[in-house]
């Protein structure tokens, strides 16, 4: 997965890591401020000096530094510009149950809970079919011994059969009764569907921001740290470079330079459960550079990015 951070000078940016994660690359950005940029780093309060960087001389510098859960890291850098990190997360997925699988075993047995309410419903209808026949033959039986009574009179056997009659009638309405409250108490009330829309909007950044689903959850604003999953692709060609589609999702703090410029803008004001398309100009993610070997430079990016969950 993704990783980038901005580092403004004058500024320290402190992060507790959570995930093992690369730094691969530091460059400047594209606005051409003259003079040195020193990019540091302060680990266990000691600082080390990773790069500098000149503007028409070395304006960026491969890096290979790996950082792992538990350290606590301070970035900061000496100059007039920004400097801008990238990497990547090295989160081994295997170790995390997937969500989908999740989803789909939940639906199994769904399946199979009904499939289970079907089948007592037809033992029930056997059942009562049984029964009314074994009522209806008892009634023929006393009927028959009553009208071999020589001594009963022929309407107190008619009286005893209306009474059996009747009997068995009512009894047959309870149990129909009794079925229809039960299938009424299994028929599952109706479930709540997220409106699905798409709304389109270019900011004058040249930003493109569709809404394919309005999410109902907490709101995503700048300060609070915002959990997605998201597939980046190329506009030019919908490759694939980066996706996070299953496992842990992908954290960040949002307004605050960890991401491309594109992302902070993006995805402020999206609902946990809601869907947006982010159609980001050059200008907004890896500029005139590219990231390498997977960006190319100039390159407009494509993100479908939907919010999981916001936190403070």
């Known amino acids: 997965m993704f990783w980038g951070l901005k580092i403004m000078p004058g500024k320290t940016y402190t992060q507790k890591v959570e995930y093992p994660f690369k730094v691969t690359m530091a460059c400047l950005g594209q606005e051409p401020v003259l003079g040195r940029h020193c990019l540091f780093v302060r680990v266990e309060e000691q600082d080390y000096m990773l790069c500098s960087l000149n503007f028409g001389q070395n304006e960026q510098q491969s890096l290979n530094l790996v950082f792992s859960p538990g350290e606590e890291i301070v970035f900061h850098s000496v100059g007039k510009g920004p400097i801008y990190l990238s990497g990547m997360y090295e989160i081994d997925e295997d170790d995390f149950d997937s969500e989908e699988d999740d989803e789909m075993d939940e639906d199994d047995e769904m399946y199979e809970d009904e499939e289970e309410d079907e089948e007592e419903e037809e033992e029930e209808e056997e059942i ?51 079925k229809a409250e039960k299938k009424a108490e299994k028929k599952p009330e109706p479930v709540k569907e997220e409106k699905k829309v798409t709304k389109k909007k270019t900011l004058p950044n040249g930003l493109v921001i569709e809404d394919i689903t309005v999410g109902t959850g907490a709101r995503a604003k700048a300060g609070k740290r915002v959990g997605v999953r998201y597939i980046g692709k190329l506009a030019k060609n919908g490759k694939v470079f980066d996706k996070n589609t299953n496992g842990a999702v992908f954290k960040f703090n949002l307004g605050r330079g960890e991401v491309i410029k594109g992302w902070d803008l993006g995805v402020n004001g999206m609902n946990v459960g809601g869907v947006r398309r982010l159609t980001i100009p050059a200008n907004l993610a890896y500029g005139s550079r590219g990231a390498p070997p997977d960006i190319p430079p100039n390159s407009t990016l494509i993100f479908e990015v939907k919010m999981m969950t916001v936190g403070n």
């Not at 309407?155 to 129909?176: G, L």
Request: proline residues 2%.
């Open 128 to 178: 009562d079919e049984e029964e009314l026949k074994k009522l209806k033959a008892d009634a023929k039986k006393a009927i028959t011994k009553k009208e071999k009574k020589a001594a009963a009179p022929a309407k107190e056997e008619k009286k005893e059969e209306k009474k059996v009659e009747k009997k068995t009638e009512k009894k047959a309405e309870k149990k129909t009764e009794k």
